[in-house]
């Protein structure tokens, strides 16, 4: 759109990335992400601009739920990060029993510094700090493991929370903090929305985007070439020399949009200053997709899904969603009767050294089984392999970049170097943050600096 000629280089023989798509049973579903956050316009405003805005759906109003070593609880209808706006809220207290929200609103009255004031700061501090324990271990720990496969002591809370350490100063409290972010993010005024509902699909799966991407990007003239695997790439004078395989590109500008580790990599002989800089590759995730024939499931038992503490006993996976509960058009799809649920298996170790990535590295028949066994705990309905018409095991390595503590810092540092070499723009979750709101954002921004940085020359 600026006027630059765009050749985009990709390893794989499809375009997306992590917003992929599979066929289970006849139904084409998402392999990897299933929706976007609704905390910022970035992600709406592509698909409108790509002429698709009238495929935009919210989920079905059923709310999550995280199971508790005790038993399932509904999630609190206001939240960040499972961080409660009102301690007292009655899914809030039932989760928590009446010591655990008393602890949590003692939040209130707390000093604003108190587990703001440090220079770095986890997301377990923060909550442990202000809420307590059970805030952390009850609400916090299964909604950071299910949406960043982490323990949530080893997240930057600036990383995967910005501006709520800010806000914990500005309102008094860090409840008042939740409440503000949420209240900003939807709009004043409006009744607060169920647990799991801050997000937003397109109609078909997010993978349409894809298609209406690519079709917009050809349309444009820019060259789009698969099979294109880059191993090295060469500061050349004011440009740059890519190569991949036996074929060589030359670049006025470059935009390495990767993973971390490989990012750093390819760069590291051009920017030998981004050496010491290269991330730590996130968890491998591996995604259970189950289409069964079991209209017990026509009662949504569980809302849009279910996300599971870590220390319950008995559940492998860390995350549930009851896809044709959540999205009316896949339910519509599907058929009565006939329901599609996704888990999801893979965090990260924890500072208590448990490994949290035994059951992702198991084979498929191994996931499977563990999958129909978690399914049947999680949803309350028995499910058996006879059950099952169709089902897809997908890996996912590195896809959920892991913001540890100092991690802004970190960024701000790669920024920084990169921003000294002339003609280059890095982009990607490692740096953007987890998820496609995030990462569409970030990558508009830099790409306009870069177009901006060369219409100056």
């Known amino acids: 759109m600026a006027g630059i000629a765009v050749t985009v280089l990709e390893a794989s023989e499809s375009w997306g990335g992590c917003v992929g798509s599979h066929v289970v049973a006849g139904l084409s579903l998402d392999s990897g992400a299933e929706s976007f956050a609704t905390r910022s316009s970035a992600v709406a405003d592509l698909v409108r601009e790509l002429g698709i805005g009238g495929q935009i759906v919210a989920p079905r109003p059923g709310g999550a739920w995280v199971q508790l070593p005790e038993g399932a609880r509904e999630l609190p209808k206001t939240g960040i990060l499972g961080i409660p706006a009102n301690p007292w809220d009655p899914e809030v207290r039932r989760s928590l029993g009446f010591l655990g929200a008393l602890r949590a609103s003692m939040d209130r009255i707390l000093p604003a510094g108190l587990g703001t004031s440090a220079e770095l700061t986890s997301v377990s501090q923060l909550v442990r700090t202000r809420m307590g324990k059970r805030v952390l271990e009850r609400l916090v720990e299964p909604v950071v493991g299910g949406v960043h496969s982490a323990d949530p002591a080893l997240l930057d809370v600036d990383m995967v929370a910005p501006g709520l350490r800010d806000g914990v100063l500005a309102n008094g409290s860090l409840a008042a903090a939740v409440a503000a972010q949420r209240k900003a993010a939807r709009g ?37 070439l698969t099979h294109q695997r880059v191993d090295g790439i060469r500061k050349a004078g004011t440009g740059w020399q890519v190569s991949a395989g036996d074929s060589t590109y030359d670049a006025g500008r470059l935009v390495v949009a990767l993973d971390g580790p490989a990012a750093v990599g390819l760069l590291a002989d051009s920017v030998p200053a981004l050496a010491g800089l290269r991330p730590e590759a996130g968890p491998l995730v591996s995604l259970v997709t189950l289409v069964v024939d079991l209209p017990e499931l026509d009662s949504r038992p569980r809302g ?100 540890a503590v100092g991690h802004k810092q970190r960024v701000a540092e790669v920024r920084r170097v990169c921003g000294a070499v002339e003609g280059l723009a890095v982009v990607g979750g490692w740096l953007g943050g987890n998820g496609l709101a995030a990462v569409v954002a970030d990558t508009r921004t830099q790409a306009k600096k870069l177009a901006h940085d060369a219409a100056s020359m």
């Open 188 to 224: 004043a005024g409006s009744a607060p929305a169920k647990a799991g509902s801050a997000v937003a699909g397109l109609k078909g799966g997010m993978h349409t985007l894809i298609g209406a991407l690519v079709k917009d990007l050809q349309d444009r003239g820019v060259v789009l």
């Open 304 to 403: 849009t899904g279910i996300l599971v503490a870590p220390q319950t006993p008995g559940i492998r996976a860390k995350a549930l969603t009851h896809a044709t509960s959540k999205w009316d058009w896949l339910a519509g799809e599907a058929g009565p009767g006939t329901h599609v649920v996704r888990l999801s298996y893979g965090r990260l170790v924890g500072v208590d050294g448990s490994d949290g990535q035994a059951a992702s590295v198991m084979d498929d028949q191994s996931l499977l089984s563990a999958a129909v066994e978690d399914a049947s705990n999680l949803l309350t309905v028995p499910i058996t392999r006879a059950d099952v018409v169709d089902w897809d095991v997908v890996r996912w390595e590195g896809a959920l970049p892991f913001a």
